[in-house]
């Protein structure tokens, strides 16, 4: 391991100093909310020295409102702290469960939807299941506050579009409407304690004859990053999410997806398998919908 | 020959006796000896999976503040050939250069160098500074590429053994080995129905959850005490002893209590280098590996390629059977061959069988003993060649296997008839069980197979000491893997007549107790219990001659009952008996303190078999196969701990299943294990497994006092093919492979 400094700023003002002090100087900051993943890579190859910023001190990253037309979640609130929560429970099933599935019971005391979208994996659970809710990055920085959609904060693998300076505070969600809901899949050759092969989020809106009026659907594990795929949204859309409109939802994941062989999994199987969830990801989400 | 018997604790299941330490964190484990002044070792590994060394260069690295000594290939003993005997023996001079690399490098992970620092830190430091220049090599990874005539070779000197003549040329096939009995040709001719089959299974690690670990102390008179985490500390004493030429009363091994070992525990890896380390930096050196080394450099099982072929008559009678196994043994012989060529045929009559076994190089680990080692790999092989008979000959799989079950006279294949066995008791107990009789779920598919092991008995020794107070200490060589001293407390309460209460039993380190092999190859609580028993038999005759003295009275008219001495029926003496405890106040007026012994080479261990049944879903879309049920039905002989022996089975089938499902070893085209830790390297978790049923059959071991047959290797024969057969009844598909990952199978369920 090696050699680091750590800081834990009480307030985003401090927070910021500390973060723009580093960007000035060209030193390194990083930035720890659960430390879940960057606990895991301190122990890696790389050495380099580093001031560690924990950002849980911070009141706006611990807060979580649950407005009349808005939702936000701080980004330092552990997947624990969110999976308690009824309200957001009954709000957005499919995130709850992406969140409920990041490591074991012990890990989601500490692990954050906010660090699950920082650290950019290609196979983050969350991610794909905020991208179909329609999550917005809250980001702030010396300049001030800016927003941008999920999906566009991810720039690659390990990548997002933090400038140096900046903190990710929250994510904020429209509140979902009547016959509106979501869920996300995965598949890991367990049952728990593993790194998703594919993901899949799907976020649906029914009109009263069940007709899908609003549909996102995101897809993770099978690109350099997790994906927004239009496509797929588009099969769904003025469909009765019947099998077709499912299936047609499906190869638009397969289109979208551009995967890699690796030890978890083959191309071949992840173009597969990402049909596979959107299916039955979709279904879920049209029978949460339906109540 | 052991009676069916009313036993008064033996088959009770009462809580282990190292239990509450091992609950709440007191153990002392291998990496949890801490001494003044220690320091840490680490080790530098190949970066290469096979190359030949240049040089080795630890001079920087010695130059370092806080770096206290370092040692390399050229720091040991010129390594010797010649043969260490069991479980984790082999050739010396393997051994040896497993170890530490010498000229050449033969895997991904080999030892290089190793160094013992302030730090553990400035130890990985001192690793970067050490300079090896290597002349990389191809490696070679693939099982029949090795065998290839003109495959490149590991060891230029590594001619086949066992021809009838010795080979010209050099080869990767380490030995060769044929077992055979009968007319293949003409059991073939009469038979009915011919199935054949071909499988892959890559290599697997024993998944032990605590790393290698041990602290070396020398003192200057070159005496080194050792602690580690071990299946046998004699044995590494001995290993020791050979590798670093160090005479054996030099030596002290002290086994700490074990965090799994599953036959992996058997090998010598960081023990030599910590003592080099600490008799050239004179502190005590502690060495632990990382979870990565554990998977890169410690005893992974054989990949296998397995070819058979079964033949039988319309009514299910076996005519004729051949086989031909190939392991790999990695980067030096040593394959388990021999007990996979000997194990594939075993539960069955059969007149006319042909194996052949080879034990073949590759640029991966050295292999090391895993619960019955190379059974799993045959038997898979011939229980899925049974089941696909059974579907042939429209006949039910456990009748089939009824038909041609060994049986008490049976010549085994590899040579001895067996006494008293189990394997048709288990088939009945298949055939009725509930889990048989109740219909297959909706989707599902179920499958059975058998499990088989020998068993071995080896070298023990015991010693039982009587408290002042009448309890009872006894002293063993074996480390507790699976509960053992608890059974040891059993036997001996129950052969002294006392309550498992009265009884300790403790794990002597080298110098204070006698010799005892490792505990390995199930052996423990048959062999090392033996001991116990006939040291509890010894403290029984002075008991009887202590009271006879008492009483005044012969010694042969005294008996020993219900842990008292009495008069024996029609002696005439108004007395009252004497408990153990009464014996022991009195020992310093009838000849000093009660010390029993006994020590043995164990005979006869018992074969144990079984019979498991799986019910299994696999997920058409995504591949995924889930184990819905799971019934473990084995022989134990008798069962003295039957919760301990419970623990066996589960956990043998829990291994088995994983093994079956997702665990392999995966390298790429450079030799690199890609996959050397526990996040890609998929043992299951317990949300993976149903509650696995056990059902325990009782044929007494005739060898044994209580009846005893080992039970921890067998758990894990049967599940692979379990597995594989439940798969091709759910799918109708066989599917040669393992592991049956959700790629394979859905690979396999898109190309049917």
């Keep these: ?291 | 020959m052991a009676e069916a018997v009313d036993y008064k604790v033996i088959g009770t299941s009462p809580v282990r006796p190292d239990g509450v330490d091992k609950v709440t964190g007191r153990a002392q484990y291998g990496a949890d000896m801490n001494l003044p002044n220690m320091i840490y070792g680490k080790v530098l590994r190949s970066p290469h999976a096979h190359a030949r060394i240049k040089s080795v260069d630890l001079s920087k690295a010695l130059a370092m503040p806080g770096v206290y000594a370092a040692v390399s290939g050229a720091d040991f003993p010129q390594a010797q050939h010649g043969e260490i005997g069991g479980e984790g023996g082999g050739d010396v001079a393997d051994l040896a250069k497993n170890i530490m690399a010498r000229d050449k490098v033969l895997y991904h992970g080999h030892a290089v160098a190793a160094v013992a620092a302030r730090s553990v830190q400035l130890a990985e430091a001192a690793l970067e500074a050490i300079d090896v220049s290597y002349e990389p090599l191809p490696p070679v990874l693939d099982l029949d590429a090795a065998m290839a005539v003109d495959a490149t070779l590991l060891d230029e000197n590594c001619f086949t053994k066992n021809l009838p003549e010795k080979p010209d040329k050099p080869s990767n096939i380490a030995a060769v080995m044929q077992l055979a009995r009968g007319d293949v040709e003409a059991g073939f001719a009469d038979a009915d129905v011919i199935v054949e089959g071909e499988y892959r299974i890559p290599m697997a690690h024993q998944g032990y959850i605590e790393p290698h670990a041990c602290t070396a102390s020398v003192n200057e008179g070159g005496q080194a005490t050792v602690w580690c985490c071990t299946q046998g500390h004699f044995e590494f004493r001995a290993m020791a002893s050979k590798v670093l030429n160090m005479n054996i009363a030099d030596l002290k091994f002290i086994a700490s209590e074990i965090g799994g070992g599953f036959g992996g525990k058997t090998v010598l890896y960081l023990e030599p280098l910590a003592i080099l380390l600490s008799q050239k930096s004179h502190r005590p050196v502690k060495m632990t590996m990382t979870r990565e080394e554990v998977f890169r450099a410690t005893g992974p099982t054989s990949g296998t390629h397995c070819k058979v072929k079964v033949g039988a008559k319309k009514d299910g009678t076996l005519t004729a059977a051949t086989a031909w196994l190939a392991y790999e043994a990695g980067a030096f012989a040593g394959a388990p061959m021999g007990p996979g060529a000997m194990s594939i045929f075993a539960p069955y009559r059969l007149d006319n069988f042909h194996i052949e076994a080879l034990d073949v190089l590759v640029n991966k680990p050295k292999v090391a003993a895993y619960r019955a080692p190379g059974a799993p790999q045959s038997m898979h092989a011939m229980e899925c060649a049974l089941d696909d008979l059974a579907r042939e000959l429209g006949m039910d799989p456990i009748d089939l296997r009824m038909k041609n079950a060994a049986e008490e006279g049976t010549q085994a294949p590899y040579g001895p008839k067996f006494p008293a066995i189990g394997f048709k008791a288990c088939l009945e107990a298949a055939k009725q069980h509930p889990h048989y009789t109740r219909p297959i779920p909706e989707g599902a598919g179920r499958g059975v197979a058998a499990g088989f092991w020998f068993n071995v008995g080896m070298q023990s020794s015991a010693e039982v000491h009587i408290n002042e107070n009448g309890t009872v200490t006894v002293v063993e060589g074996n480390p507790d893997i699976g509960g053992s001293r608890a059974s040891m407390c059993l036997m001996a309460a129950e052969t002294l007549g006392v309550t498992y209460e009265q009884v300790r039993t403790l794990i002597g380190d080298t110098e204070s107790t006698g010799f005892s092999n490792v505990t390995g190859g199930s052996r423990t609580t048959f062999a090392t219990g033996m001991a116990v028993v006939q040291a509890c038999e010894d403290i029984i005759a002075q008991c009887k001659a202590r009271a006879a003295a008492t009483w005044g009275v012969d010694e042969d008219q005294v008996e020993w009952e219900d842990g008292q001495a009495v008069p024996a029926p029609g002696v005439n003496a108004d007395v009252k008996p004497l408990s153990l405890a009464d014996i022991a106040a009195n020992a310093a007026r009838t000849g000093g303190p009660l010390l029993g012994r006994a020590s043995l080479n164990a005979q006869g261990a018992g074969a144990s078999f079984a019979v498991n049944i799986a019910d299994v879903k696999v997920d058409r879309d995504t591949g995924k196969v889930d184990v819905l049920s799971y019934t473990a039905i084995q022989d134990a002989g008798k069962a003295i701990h039957p919760a301990y022996v419970e623990g066996q089975m589960q956990g043998g089938a829990a291994q088995g299943i994983g093994w079956a499902l997702n665990e392999e070893y995966i390298f790429n085209t450079d030799g690199v294990m890609e996959n050397a830790g526990f996040l890609d390297y998929r043992i299951p978790v317990a949300s993976d497994l149903p509650m696995i049923d056990t059902q325990i059959i009782e044929v007494p071991n005739p060898s044994h006092p209580y009846g005893v047959r080992g039970v921890g290797e067998t758990p894990i024969v049967a599940p692979l093919a379990v597995i594989a057969n439940a798969v091709r009844a759910a799918t109708g598909l066989r599917i040669n492979d393992l592991p049956f990952s959700p790629p394979r199978v859905l690979e396999a369920l898109d190309n049917a």
């Design chain 1, 1 to 291: 391991m090696g050699a680091f400094a750590y800081v834990a700023p009480s307030n985003l003002e401090e927070a910021l100093a500390v973060l723009k002090e580093h960007a000035s100087a060209g030193t390194r900051a990083q930035l720890l909310a659960g430390g879940t993943d960057l606990l895991v890579q301190l122990r890696s190859a790389d050495k380099t020295p580093r001031t560690i910023v924990d950002i849980k001190k911070i009141a706006e990253t611990n807060r979580i409102d649950i407005g009349s037309e808005e939702v936000y979640i701080g980004s330092a609130i552990p997947s624990a702290v969110l999976n308690e929560n009824t309200e957001l429970a009954a709000l957005f099933p499919g995130l709850l469960e992406a969140a409920d599935l990041i490591g074991s019971t012990q890990i989601q005391g500490r692990a954050t939807v906010g660090g699950n979208l920082c650290n950019a994996s290609p196979a983050g659970d969350s991610i794909p299941a905020m991208i179909a809710a329609g999550g917005v990055c809250v980001i702030v920085g010396a300049k001030g506050t800016r927003e941008l959609p999920v999906e566009d904060f991810l720039t690659g693998v390990g990548k997002n579009a933090l400038e140096p300076g900046e903190l990710l505070l929250g994510l904020k969600f429209k509140r979902p409407g009547p016959r509106t809901a979501d869920a996300y899949l995965r598949f890991i050759p367990r049952t728990e304690m593993d790194i998703a092969v594919a993901g899949c989020g799907v976020s649906v809106t029914l009109d009263q004859n069940g007709t899908c009026t609003a549909a996102r659907v995101a897809i993770g594990a099978v690109a350099p990053t997790a994906l927004l795929v239009p496509a797929a949204a588009e099969a769904l859309l003025g469909s009765k999410l019947d099998d077709d409109a499912l299936t047609a939802a499906g190869a638009a994941c397969t289109a979208a997806s551009s995967p890699i062989s690796d030890k978890r999994g083959t191309v071949e199987y992840r173009r597969k398998v990402v049909a596979v969830l959107c299916r039955r990801a979709a279904a879920i989400a049209r029978d949460r919908a339906k109540g």
